[in-house]
């Protein structure tokens, strides 16, 4: 179900948005998945399978599920800029995949209650934003380059830290469990609070972090 943010709570289904023009979007062959070209501020609601394909296709949009399906959720971010100030709320799966492509500007990506998050695109988690509200994200995997740069870790059961430079400047509150800095300078500047299990991987990975 889709709507617009604009409209409020009024959804339609998929084939209805883009029939409306709601969104420039289509399914594959098997219409499981939904290859979006222009879905912008939207609300994407119990959609299974979806991948951002062009630069901002997705920007500002929220995807979440209601809890009322027994179902696999996931959302790929593949280009510049593609999920750029999106929020995620109880999808199994979100891989950031493209250049910044699930940036954030102003903390206005939001990931809540994500099972994984894969940030492999280079600077692609740059400001993201993990469990404001205390909703723990599983698992997330910071393999490219710069990925994830001055994220807000409030509440993440395992991070991991394994690409150039890749958490630095983070901060990781007290309600993350555990953190990994595999890469080269991975949490270089990084500020740490409470009690944690802290993994350096070598001597500069953890170059002037701080652990209060």
């Not at 409209?7 to 289509?26: L, M, P, T, Y």
């Not at 290859?35 to 939207?42: A, F, H, K, Y």
């Not at 910044?100 to 099972?115: P, Q």
Request: charged fraction near 25%; include cysteine; charge should be negative.
């Amino acid at each position: 179900m889709v709507s617009r943010k604009s409209a409020g709570n009024h959804f339609v289904n998929v084939v209805s948005a883009i029939d409306e023009g709601w969104i420039e979007a289509k399914y594959s062959r098997n219409l499981r998945r939904l290859e979006c070209t222009d879905c912008q501020d939207m609300n994407f609601a119990d959609c299974r399978d979806i991948e951002c394909a062009d630069r901002k296709a997705c920007a500002g949009s929220t995807f979440e599920t209601s809890g009322r399906f027994d179902d696999f959720y996931q959302v790929r971010c593949l280009d510049e800029e593609s999920c750029q100030g999106t929020t995620f709320n109880g999808i199994d799966v979100v891989t950031c995949l493209g250049e910044s492509s699930c940036v954030s500007s102003l903390a206005d990506t939001i990931f809540e209650e994500v099972g994984a998050v894969n940030c492999s695109g280079e600077g692609s988690c740059v400001g993201v934003v993990f469990g404001r509200n205390s909703k723990d994200t599983e698992y997330v995997t910071c393999s490219g380059k710069d990925s994830c740069q001055f994220v807000e870790a409030f509440s993440v059961n395992k991070m991991v830290c394994a690409g150039n430079q890749s958490c630095r400047s983070g901060k990781f509150y007290g309600e993350t469990e555990a953190l990994e800095c595999n890469g080269n300078q991975a949490c270089l500047k990084a500020d740490l609070t409470g009690k944690k299990k802290l993994r350096c991987g070598t001597s500069k990975s953890c170059k002037n972090l701080e652990w209060k």
